[in-house]
């Protein structure tokens, strides 16, 4: 009982640190997906063959949002694979709002932005230029770039369908996070005290080459819930920057998730998903090699 009181304790005074920082990162996403969020969707949708830069930075507004109107472009022959792929790529779900709540991680986060935006326009342009004629259309899409009726614009709404103001919008996202937060850091905090810090370190740790790939795999659940769980990982120092890097650039939100539900073709979904995971692995592998090569 005395540890589980200590643990509690502690992780209800660090939570706490976090609601100013959660709620005014919350408080902007809403501001900018209410007054911007057609125009955002009008910018996502002209890219053309260039789309992978427009996807690439619009992905990195921390909500899984943009990653299900890219969803719905893809499936309606409005955008490229390539534009596809950057927008799952450079989303982040909720890690970015998480992080911005700590700010010893802050430069941590300018990285993690930067190496995500660079690879995933990387990612867009090689399938969109270089590999475009060597993928089957079957499996690349039939882009058209265009679109009969395509309407992916979700508004606020309370419960007699009244748009809700940005700020209690921002409030309710920023008391569920706060409680599965609290809630993660409680559980994870018995664990590593009941198991020992050095044994639950060890045991990640010994994943050495595979924990990006793991951490790749944990970011394809379709739920902001596995953003949370592999950021507060890192924080605790489960996890590796190079698998964070990784499962986050998996971490599309319910965009795979839509993908699945608008888009007819299983061939082009299966693909797509084993092809996120791919680029996710990969780049976190990558990073690995590098830190060890450097160190």
Not at 172 to 189: A, D, P, Q
């Amino acid at each position: 009982m005395e540890l589980f009181l200590d643990v509690l304790s502690e992780t209800l005074v660090d939570t706490a640190k976090m609601l100013p920082f959660l709620f005014l990162a919350y408080l902007f996403i809403e501001y900018v997906e209410t007054r911007h969020g057609e125009r955002i969707e009008t910018l996502l949708a002209g890219g053309g063959r260039w789309g992978a830069v427009p996807g690439a930075v619009l992905g990195c507004v921390p909500q899984c949002g943009f990653s299900a109107i890219a969803s719905n472009f893809y499936a309606s022959r409005v955008i490229t694979l390539g534009t596809l792929m950057a927008v799952y790529l450079s989303t982040s779900d909720e890690a970015i709002p998480l992080l911005v709540s700590m700010p010893a991680y802050w430069d941590k986060l300018i990285l993690l932005l930067v190496i995500k935006v660079v690879y995933a326009v990387f990612v867009g342009f090689l399938l969109d230029f270089v590999l475009r004629k060597a993928l089957p259309r079957s499996l690349r899409g039939g882009y058209t770039g265009h679109a009969d009726e395509v309407d992916c614009h979700e508004e606020h709404s309370d419960e007699k369908g009244h748009p809700q103001p940005i700020w209690k919008a921002a409030l309710r996202h920023t008391l569920e996070i706060f409680v599965f937060i609290f809630v993660f850091s409680l559980v994870f905090g018995l664990i590593v005290e009941g198991v020992g810090e050095d044994v639950f370190a060890s045991v990640l740790g010994r994943m050495g080459f595979f924990q990006p790939v793991v951490a790749a795999l944990v970011g394809l659940v379709p739920n902001c819930a596995a953003s949370v769980l592999m950021t507060q990982l890192y924080v605790e120092g489960a996890l590796r920057f190079s698998s964070l890097v990784a499962g986050l650039c998996t971490g599309a939100g319910v965009g795979l998730a839509v993908l699945w539900r608008v888009n007819p073709s299983w061939k082009q979904n299966l693909f797509i998903t084993g092809l996120t995971w791919a680029c996710g692995a990969a780049v976190g592998v990558g990073i690995q090699i590098v830190v060890a090569f450097i160190a």
